[in-house]
T-cell receptor
Framework: KAGVTQTPRYLIKTRGQQVTLSCSPISGHRSVSWYQQTPGQGLQFLFE???????NKGNFPGRFSGRQFSNSRSEMNVSTLELGDSALYLCASSLALGNSPLHFGNGTRLTVT | DQQVKQNSPSLSVQEGRISILNCDYTNSMFDYFLWYKKYPAEGPTFLISISSIKDKNEDGRFTVFLNKSAKHLSLHIVPSQPGDSAVYFC???????????????FGKGTKLSVKP
């Protein structure tokens, strides 16, 4: 069974631009969550989608948004990029049944210059 | 305000011995706890989890212990192997609401080095 797939693996953008990251969950998984990892803050929850609906949102500005498609694939978008948005963005999927662990992809490394 | 704390940034053990990684939490509403292992340039890999209704869960060389009164959990790896060298994250989740899995609150991680 294929794991969580994230594209692209690396991305370099300049301040003020916008970026879209993509995530394909494990087949059969209906919940997709996004996390940001930085050296200072560690792993922080961005948002969670289930059945194309945002179910939960972390404490990030409105520049961070996402969506989920009918096939459970998800995208996240960051507009008006800032230097501080440089981070590893991780997508995770789960079965969304009771206590189901999250399974993470290898992330997209975003560098904002 | 760190709700999940891993107070040891690093741990070094000898191959074959036991590794004990610790985690403390502050929120008594957390109902599900997980441990992840992370290698550089890879995403976290799920290792083992425990529900708040249990105090122990075992999977091969990995055992997680939960002490709810102390708000403390630990991961035991026996025997430790050089391939276990990685950063280990403890995570906690609040209650599941509807179809939501809630969000995971992660500790800052403990870097485990297992020496041959």
């Amino acid at each position: 069974k294929a794991g969580v797939t994230q594209t692209p693996r690396y991305l370099i953008k300049t301040r003020g631009q916008q970026v879209t990251l993509s995530c394909s969950p494990i087949s059969g998984h209906r919940s997709v969550s996004w996390y940001q990892q930085t050296p200072g803050q560690g792993l922080q929850f961005l948002f969670e989608y289930f059945s194309e609906t945002q179910r939960n949102k972390g404490n990030f500005p409105g520049r961070f948004s996402g969506r989920q498609f009918s096939n459970s694939r998800s995208e996240m978008n960051v507009s008006t990029l800032e230097l501080g948005d440089s981070a590893l963005y991780l997508c995770a999927s789960s079965l969304a049944l009771g206590n189901s662990p999250l399974h993470f992809g290898n992330g997209t490394r975003l560098t904002v210059t | 305000d760190q709700q999940v704390k891993q107070n040891s940034p690093s741990l070094s053990v000898q191959e074959g011995r036991i590794s004990i990684l610790n985690c403390d939490y502050t929120n008594s509403m957390f109902d599900y706890f997980l441990w992840y292992k992370k290698y550089p340039a890879e995403g976290p890999t799920f290792l083992i989890s425990i529900s708040s209704i249990k105090d122990k869960n075992e999977d091969g060389r990995f055992t997680v212990f939960l002490n709810k009164s102390a708000k403390h959990l630990s991961l035991h790896i026996v025997p430790s192997q050089p391939g276990d060298s990685a950063v280990y994250f403890c995570a906690a989740r609040g209650g599941v609401m509807g179809g939501s899995q809630g969000n995971l609150i992660f500790g800052k991680g403990t870097k485990l080095s297992v020496k041959p």
